[in-house]
């Protein structure tokens, strides 16, 4: 079974620009997440779809991140414009969907530095 | 904000030791989870405990959780070189709709097996 994938790995910006992340969970999981991991900390849930469809937002920065989830597939986490305190690992997660136990399997992440 | 809390936040044993980690959380819980994540592999889902067990075993792991002092602790028997990384422990509760499924992550502790 594949994995979460991300991209990209790596990404270096100025403040004030723009940036997108990607995420394509594992097949067949309804739930979809997306962390913020600021170094020496854990991670930090931003946002959280199920299916195509957020139920929880409440810690997402709207006035400059926004998240779409096309389809009920793929994720696309965007930051506009960015900030110094943005400088962070981007986790997507995923999880099926069936109970409250199930295990959500996380990405690599993507490291962003802004400058 | 952050549920849980780790401790300690650094720890340094040789290879065969026994390494044991803490975790405090605040609020009432469906379950804790505990993670594991290193540069190379990411995050990895490593156990799971509800809130009605008291201790789990898994491989050379094993966790234990008290509700009543609302805190939980890893062991990690006769540790190796490859367990060096970070551990987190992640709480999720049931609250019921739009939150089902999030996890609360604390801060992690660094564990670092010497050869």
């Known amino acids: 079974e594949a994995g979460v994938a991300q991209s990209p790995r790596y990404k270096i910006i100025e403040k004030r620009q723009s940036v997108a992340f990607w995420c394509n969970p594992i097949?067949?999981?309804?739930?979809l997440y997306w962390y913020q991991q600021i170094l020496g900390q854990g991670p930090k849930l931003l946002i959280q779809?199920?299916?195509?469809?957020?139920?929880?937002d409440s810690q997402l920065p709207k006035d400059r991140f926004s998240a779409e989830r096309l389809k009920g597939v793929d994720s696309t986490l965007k930051i506009q414009p960015a900030k110094l305190e943005d400088s962070a690992v981007y986790l997507c997660?995923?999880?099926?969907?069936?109970?409250?136990?199930?295990?959500?399997?996380f990405g690599p992440g993507t490291r962003l530095t802004v400058l | 904000s952050q549920q849980g809390e780790e401790d300690p936040q650094a720890l340094s044993i040789q290879e065969g030791e026994n390494a044991t980690m803490n975790c405090s959380y605040k609020?009432?819980?469906?379950?804790l989870q505990w993670y594991r994540q290193n540069s190379g592999r990411g995050l990895v889902h490593l156990i799971l405990?509800?809130?009605?067990?008291r201790e789990k075993h898994s491989g050379r792991l094993r966790v234990t959780l008290d509700t009543s002092k609302k805190s939980s602790s890893l062991l990690i028997t006769a540790s190796r070189a490859a367990d060096t990384a970070s551990y987190f422990c992640?709480?999720?509760?049931?609250?019921?709709?739009?939150?089902?499924?999030?996890?609360?992550f604390g801060q992690g502790t660094i564990l670092t097996v010497h050869p």
């Open positions: 609020t009432s819980i469906n379950n």
């Open positions: 405990i509800r809130s009605n067990e």
């Open positions: 992640a709480t999720q509760r049931n609250s019921g709709g739009t939150s089902y499924g999030k996890l609360t």
């Open positions: 997660a995923s999880r099926r969907w069936g109970g409250a136990s199930d295990t959500q399997y």
């Open positions: 779809f199920q299916n195509n469809g957020v139920v929880d």
């Open positions: 097949s067949g999981h309804a739930t």
